[in-house]
């Protein structure tokens, strides 16, 4: 289970503090996924986000992109668990930007305050998690932490904690969360009445052996 763990004060980095340190990451990437510095300074690489949403998210389709939001070509649905999505940015983009380009990436409708980034670090035997500001740089604490998951790994989760806000979402939104949920009960309704429909069977088997005349 994660613990959740305040924010810890960091020093950003010297140019030639940074210049060795992507120097040093690159140097330890297995998968190819490196750091480029600029003449200018800035620095752009990949991070990795899992995406770990208990609540479906609405995604338009390409064909409305551009159009008014919540049209009828969008689709709330699930996101299979253990989804991890790569993005390419740069040392500038900060954490409310970064979100903004995965949702973009994805067509995701939704309203991108409704999440939030957190960063997972692995210490001492137990799991940290920490909800990354808006004004934070992703890429920065890629650089510093190193290339290795195992040390740092980003988590998109839903901003709001505790009992959910309702009044927050769309009508299109609760609508298709209604539909979702009917559609689930309707499949769990079905598998339900084929367990029993089974364990029905195998009683009047057992019943029809014990009663069988001699």
Not at 43 to 56: A, D, H, S, W
Not at 186 to 193: D, G
């Amino acid at each position: 289970k994660d613990v959740q763990k305040e924010r810890e004060p960091h020093a950003y980095l010297s140019k030639e503090e940074v210049k060795e340190k992507i120097q040093c990451y690159n140097s330890s990437v297995t998968d190819k996924l490196k750091m480029t510095l600029n003449a200018n300074g800035i620095y752009t690489g990949f991070i990795k986000v899992q995406m770990e949403l208990c609540r479906p998210i609405t995604v338009q389709s390409s064909q409305s992109q551009g159009r008014c939001p919540h049209s009828n070509n969008e689709t709330a649905f699930y996101l299979p668990e253990g989804c991890v999505n790569t993005l390419h940015i740069s040392s500038t983009n900060t954490v409310r930007e970064v979100i903004e380009a995965l949702l973009k990436k994805f067509f995701v409708a939704d309203n991108p305050a409704k999440f939030a980034l957190y960063k997972r670090c692995h210490k001492e035997d137990q799991v940290y998690t920490c909800k990354l500001s808006d004004r934070e740089h992703p890429l920065y604490l890629r650089l510093v932490a190193g290339p290795k998951t195992e040390m740092l790994s980003f988590v998109l989760r839903e901003h709001e904690t505790g009992e959910v806000m309702w009044e927050a979402f769309t009508i299109p939104e609760l609508q298709n969360f209604l539909r979702i949920l009917d559609k689930e009960e309707n499949e769990q309704l079905q598998i339900l009445k084929k367990r029993y429909a089974a364990y029905r069977d195998k009683l009047e088997e057992a019943l029809g052996g014990v009663w069988k005349p001699g």
